[in-house]
């Protein structure tokens, strides 16, 4: 608990003081969990196995705080909430032929979107352990998604760009929150 909350602390100070993004957390992540996995997979003990989530905590407090204060503006996976969101939006795009209101189309979009990607998660992640071939490559799990998750840190800035820049998104339609 203490590595993830170091890990959103940490976030907030170089947004704060440095001015950092998603852009600038993009390879000091990627470069994290790749030396996660490398450690991991390692023949030396640097920490026990049973440890090892130590290291990873403190990158899903940067992807945690990124995604709630700066991003999407919930937590970056898919839960009932969201599951009952899409029900509830598409019953009613059904029945009201359109008629949703903004805020409740942005919802429906956004829950859609939470749900899509964590179904492709779980594909991916199925489809790479099985065909992954055996040896070393099969052990770095963590470290093939590294780029994507780093592609994610972009996106944000791109998607969520600083109050500064919001008025040229809005106006170009790359908004998903007002």
């Known amino acids: 608990?203490?590595?993830f909350m170091l890990g959103v602390s940490t976030c907030r100070i170089?947004?704060?003081?440095?001015?950092?993004?998603?852009?600038?957390?993009?390879?000091?992540?990627?470069?994290?969990?790749?030396?996660h996995d490398l450690l991991e997979s390692s023949s030396y003990d640097f920490l026990p196995k049973r440890w090892s989530a130590l290291r990873l905590a403190p990158v899903f407090g940067f992807q945690n705080s990124m995604t709630l204060k700066k991003g999407f503006g919930t937590l970056p996976w898919c839960t009932t909430s969201y599951v009952t969101t899409m029900a509830f939006g598409s019953t009613?795009?059904?029945?009201?032929?359109?008629?949703m209101t903004v805020q409740e189309w942005r919802k429906l979009v956004t829950a859609f979107i939470m749900f899509t990607f964590m179904i492709l998660g779980t594909v991916g992640g199925a489809a790479y352990n099985a065909l992954a071939p055996e040896g070393w490559w099969k052990e770095q799990e963590i470290a093939v998604i590294a780029p994507f998750i780093g592609l994610l840190f972009v996106l944000n800035d791109w998607v969520f760009p600083p109050a500064t820049d919001v008025s040229t998104r809005v106006s170009e339609g790359l908004l998903l929150t007002g």
């Open 92 to 99: 009613d795009l059904v029945l009201d032929r359109c008629s």
């Open 1 to 3: 608990l203490l590595h």
């Open 14 to 35: 170089l947004e704060r003081r440095y001015g950092w993004s998603g852009k600038h957390f993009a390879p000091l992540v990627m470069a994290w969990i790749v030396l």
